[in-house]
């Protein structure tokens, strides 16, 4: 069986202040992972993902993740963050067929 | 192209009663997902469908849920005798694998 777990539930930062955003995922067989971000009012859409390759993959507004197997997690950094960056922020993990949430956090950046 | 459709986007009934959710996925994606996320909790897992295998039941909370999904497509979430606590946005997902799931919009169901 799979799991995520989001250690975090609300991440308060300030403007510009690096952010970590932590993912930890338990699985007994290879995984795809994936960040989804949820702005104010609007569904969801895919952030990044690990599917194979490279462990440090990045999206195009500056965050990445790294893939950590031997730690089990896929942590969302970004050196500097951005008011619009404000948003709840879902790690989830394919482990072949069905994909598994997280429990989701929530950043909010004030200036 | 067109992405994923739900409809009605809001939908407002009384305790009781049934209600329908329809999903209009991407064309040609076999797999197809509905979530349910409550006011300010998680996505919760409902049902999954992939192709023509049987679906991936789970996470129906009760049997007051079901849904199906017709010729591969357009997938029907049906919640009988609605309560006060089935309120939440029902979200529909579609794939064309295990990769990246593609969102609708939600429907927001208020039962009162």
């Known amino acids: 069986a799979q799991s995520v777990t989001q250690l975090d539930s609300q991440v308060p930062v300030f403007e510009e202040a690096p952010v970590e955003l932590r993912c930890n995922y338990s699985s007994s067989v290879s995984v795809y992972l994936f960040w989804y971000v949820q702005y104010p009012n609007q569904g969801l859409q895919l952030l990044l993902k690990y599917l194979s390759g490279s462990t440090l993959v990045e999206s195009i507004n500056g965050f990445e993740a790294e893939f950590n197997k031997s730690q089990t997690s896929f942590h969302l950094r970004k050196p500097s963050v951005h008011i619009s960056d404000t948003a709840e922020y879902f790690c989830?993990?394919?482990?072949?067929?069905?994909?598994?949430f997280g429990a989701g956090t929530r950043l909010f950046v004030k200036a | 192209g067109a992405g994923v459709s739900q409809s009605p986007s809001n939908k407002v009934t009384e305790k009781g009663k049934d209600v329908e959710l329809r999903c209009d996925p991407i064309s040609g994606h076999t797999a197809l997902y509905w979530y349910r996320q409550s006011l300010g909790q998680g996505l919760e897992f409902l049902i999954y469908f992939q192709g023509n295998s049987a679906p991936d039941k789970s996470g129906l909370p009760s049997d007051r849920f079901s849904a199906e999904r017709t010729g591969g497509s357009v997938s029907t979430l049906t919640i009988q005798r609605t309560q006060q606590e089935d309120s939440a946005v029902y979200l529909c997902?579609?794939?064309?694998?295990?990769?990246?799931?593609?969102f609708g919009p939600g429907t927001r169901l208020t039962v009162l």
């Open positions: 989830a993990v394919s482990g072949g067929f069905k994909t598994i």
């Open positions: 997902a579609s794939s064309p694998s295990t990769d990246t799931q593609y």
